[in-house]
């Protein structure tokens, strides 16, 4: 693991659902840029101090020629962090598993992918709601055509925590998301939208090909949005908004989606993550449940014991596992967010970001060719 | 009344609301265009022959002359006829209470508002969400200042009765809502957009400043949009969206909003419409209900016993009858929909198809000088 | 009407239901025991002086007389009155409409009953939540065999006004409910512990044969119950408890049933009347909507327009004229509560009391032979 | 660990819940009574050879005396087994966790206590639903005097598994449950019903008095209860009730509780297990989130991001780790469910077991001098 430190807050996340399973142990790690902090981190954590480094190019070489080195790398740094480590463990042959948004820029990222093709090396983007059942029976029914033709997908996703400007109390979640020089050119709609986007992307299979966006910064002083309009429109003719936002009191992590089809709808709120209510059109309302009847997915454990946000991270750790193992995964082929994914939500990002600047007009995404 | 026979739904609403309090009676009618039609229904609702009307342009000659004349006419036609229903009315001097949308085009609307002002004749709009208790708590609570500062509104109105072409199988409320000719160049925006859009003006007392929309019509063959995004930025600076459709399975009349202020937020549902969820920053969500602790608004039924949309309706009539009995409305004053929003609901419209038409640019409201 | 003046709860809200369809007409009155008040309140409402009578007794004889008589008297009196009202107006031949618990105590309500069945006078109990969409959708699907053979039942009636000693400020309502002269042996099993006895015969049209009940006085200085917990075996072997209260903080009325059938279960919430959720045995849950698919009952205005209390208070009268008048009732033969009802719900108020009494003992129901 | 081999529900639960937090590691195990499987499922874990044991007997002889001895066993076997296990390890020294019910029978019960009370050592219970955050904020709030002094305590616990008679077609869950040589005397009442008790006793700190209770096999040649309604009395005078059923189609796990007292009410529900309404008498409520505002318990990780059942599992491990090594536990002083807990639910579903059995009495418990 780079980065999660003591203090982290999504280092501790990594670890829980790494455990989860019993699919992976942590062995080593360059927790801290503050090295006495990193290798006390590191002692909490039961690593050897011989495998708790200083930083992550001493950690990504020392691996790689140890016989019993690293299967994966967790990267859990502030975002603008992420490219560089990435790059040291790709070229070492090391497998990456990174926290999103992938980078700060969209020219990291595109390098980034670059040299995933180049080196072969695998990438997975811990874009945590598609872990979800839910979300991937979602999938799984759009790609069934249960709903038939998509035509429009909405999705929220709220917060409250930066209603006032706690940044300049020191907060230290706040203080790197609130500056553009840590977390890139985006604020809310880097650390949310990309989440916002990601979900749209994954459960519906369409390609975003424009957005227009409206991104305003409401929080005294602030730098970056915290508060974000986005029209979409996909390459069907599908249509879309997102509004993603981090002043909403009464919201602590509301991320929801509802898709229309012309053969019926989809709607999931991710506070409630165990239960997706489908309509077949001119039906009524069926509320599918995790583990519950008339459901696709498999369940960890049965209906009506709750899993939730960490079931869903360790549900992407444990696919990891499989897909570095060669085995199958649960999700099927092609299924865990990769460097693509990374890269189109900078894409969206950059988009989303010039969108607003200019005015407010249509931006298209570039597509790989 | 004017429109409302036999199959038609709106004009049963109004009866209903009109007599749900006790205020008014229906004394005479034009109730159809068919003639055989109009006469039964008039007789079916106990109006007496010789107050059963021909058409509205009788009706405003001879109850004007009639002593014992009507106070108020209910105009409950398709919308392309409310202009010169409610224009012969007011030249008669007749009290006007109006269905929405005000006029099938703005021009309509601009010259029923001339005559209005000219005539000081008085001019009601329905718009029915205005009526909820909830709705006027939330009002309230915004100009208390109870969550500060507007930030973002988002306003949802969904209903999937027109996800599959209803109006080619010649169903009556679909077809006219459908057709051009009859409901002018707005169709989903127009229809439902417009409640929409009054319920965020009326809740915040903001200005619409701009809007951005993007409106599709993914009917089968349809001509008038039945999806519409759309972005606003208030004079205030705040900004916000709506999403207006007919085609999402899964809903029915799902008119919800949620404000963001910089001192807490507020949240309503039309289909739970007795609760009302207020947020003040930093402080746990507090559900407010209809009639219960905590609420500033006078209740019709103890809390528990839930109100709806006829009750919604029929306060409306009942501010109606104060307004125009010149006793003091339990809104207070200048809080009955007008010409002014039914003015606005056009121009918003307008500004729409506009804005769409052009490829999703922002158009600028005009307004009163 | 008898009872109902100015200030009263139960009488507004009957003049509201029967006014919402238009059926019925309120021309005569003894709406209190105070003179001047009662006719100041029959000024308010509009009825002709001399048919605002200074006794209900008065009243009965001169309406029977008057060939413009009233079709039907509502009894809105406190419950130790209805019995001597309704006597006077069956005996004076005029068609009863009386509120619940029927009478004070089980002696009245079976000479009532007889009375009834002696004269063939109509006599009707507004037992309001059988007016609701859903609820009767709940008995036509228990009907139909929709969930199979009844296993439990499970009523909860729950409210909030007598947290607190509110009768000893002098509040109105909960003088008369909490004094044992005025309201008979039951207090909150009888205010609203019928309604929740109603429900479970209603929908399930299961017989009750025995109730094993703990009735508590937790107000200070409390004479009649204001909780109860009750136990249930209807005729089938189907098992059920009730819970009663009106001591509950947080809320208001809340109402509701679920069912567990050995094919489905149904479950009802009075606060969101529209929603029906249905699970057919190894399926998902369907939530059935009034007005929607997949619905067998009529609907007044559509889904996902709110009816609430008053609309099926206003059900009832509906069907109240139409039983008057001959015609088939929307609801079907023998549906509309009747003395029959009111006879149980006696019933099962001496029963409860007396199983309380006894330190929680089972006590059989009567039955009709 | 003994139990909990291939193809068991709930030693897979307890694993995952103890590597949650990283404070535990499975070292040995004695997994299945059949040697092969046993062996298999050991390695499938991770368990050295060695260290795998061909029962119980032997794993507590062996592990007592290995200077790297595990800390404690988990025991996850069919209920019947678990005193023969538990007095194993006890006497070996060696601390327990242990699934719930505790034993089979009251008198395994009273002799696990004693062996407790004369070894002193550790006896861990695994009440799951006592480390749920907001069950333990329910607690808090209840010993601050936030509602005031108790009334009522309604608990229902309900679930659709045996709704079918499933164990008829070799279900290996249901086998177990319904067969009273391997649950004891009671069914339901035992395998849900004490964890009904075990909610109510934890957060309101009232003894349970007496209990009524009527329980039903509804299954077809079902001989122990699927169904037990339960009247409750504490010894404050409190009341209460219970609903625990197995045969409720439309619900998977649901257990809730609603608590009122004089001064306030509150409500929970397992299935949103991160909200907790609380009600201050004569106020509107409010809606409390694990590690949001207003509430008192520490939260793993940040409100909106749901926690669930592994999680409230997890706690237990966490504390139960905590009190192993004499850390202050995150819960308080004598707060984790122990062998007293273990002997009120044997005490609890013997007195259900009786009342039943002799038509519904009240039948006291006993309770330590």
């Known amino acids: 693991m780079v980065g999660g430190g003591q ?39 039961g ?33 603008h962090l992420h490219a560089k480590v990435a790059t040291a463990f790709l070229r070492a042959g090391i497998a990456v598993i990174c926290d999103k948004p992938m980078t700060a820029t969209l020219a990291e990222a595109e390098a980034l992918a670059a040299l995933v093709a180049q080196t072969g090396v695998p990438f997975i983007l811990t874009q945590t709601y598609t872990g ?54 985006g604020g809310c709609i880097a650390d949310i939208g990309t989440h916002a986007v990601n979900l749209a992307s994954f459960v519906t299979g369409l390609r975003l090909d424009r957005v227009l966006a409206d991104l305003t910064a409401f929080g005294q002083g602030r730098r970056l949005d915290d508060n ?3 029209l979409l429109r996909f390459d069907t003719g599908a249509k879309g908004m997102i509004w993603a936002s981090q002043i909403v009191p009464g919201t602590k992590n509301e991320l929801r989606f509802r898709i229309a089809g012309d053969q019926g709808g989809l709607s999931w709120d991710q506070e409630t993550p165990e239960l997706l209510d489908f309509t077949p059109t001119g039906r009524a309302t069926r509320t599918l449940r995790r583990g519950g009847e008339e459901t696709l997915t498999p369940a960890r454990i049965p209906a009506g014991h709750p899993e939730g946000y960490l079931e869903a991270f360790a549900t992407l750790y444990a696919d990891a596992a499989a897909a570095l193992s060669q085995r ?42």
Not at 59 to 67: C, D, G, N, V
Not at 153 to 170: F, K, S
Request: net charge negative; aromatic share 6%.
């Open 47 to 79: 690593i050897a101090p011989d495998r708790s480094y200083a930083d992550y190019a001493q950690m990504a070489a020392a691996e790689a020629q140890r016989p019993d080195g690293i299967d994966a790398v967790a990267i859990v740094t502030p975002n």
């Open 328 to 369: 199958p995964s649960s999700r099927g082929p092609g299924c865990l967010p990769d460097v693509g994914d990374g890269v189109l939500g900078m894409r969206f990002i950059a988009a989303c970001v010039e969108s607003s600047a200019r005015g407010g007009i249509w931006v298209s995404l570039p597509h790989p060719a």
């Open 7 to 45: 203090g982290a807050f999504i280092g501790a996340v990594h670890r829980i659902a790494a455990r989860l399973d019993g699919k992976w142990e942590l062995v080593a790690g360059a927790l801290s840029s503050d090295r006495a902090r990193g290798a006390q981190s590191a002692a909490d954590l």
């Open 228 to 230: 974000a309009s986005v």
């Open 132 to 185: 979800y059942p839910m979300v991937r029976e979602a999938r799984a029914l759009v790609q069934q055509g249960a709903i038939g033709q998509l035509r429009h997908v909405q999705v929220e996703y709220l917060q409250d925590w930066l209603t006032t400007p706690v940044e300049q109390g020191g907060q230290k979640q706040a203080l790197w998301r609130t500056d553009p020089t840590l977390s890139g050119a």
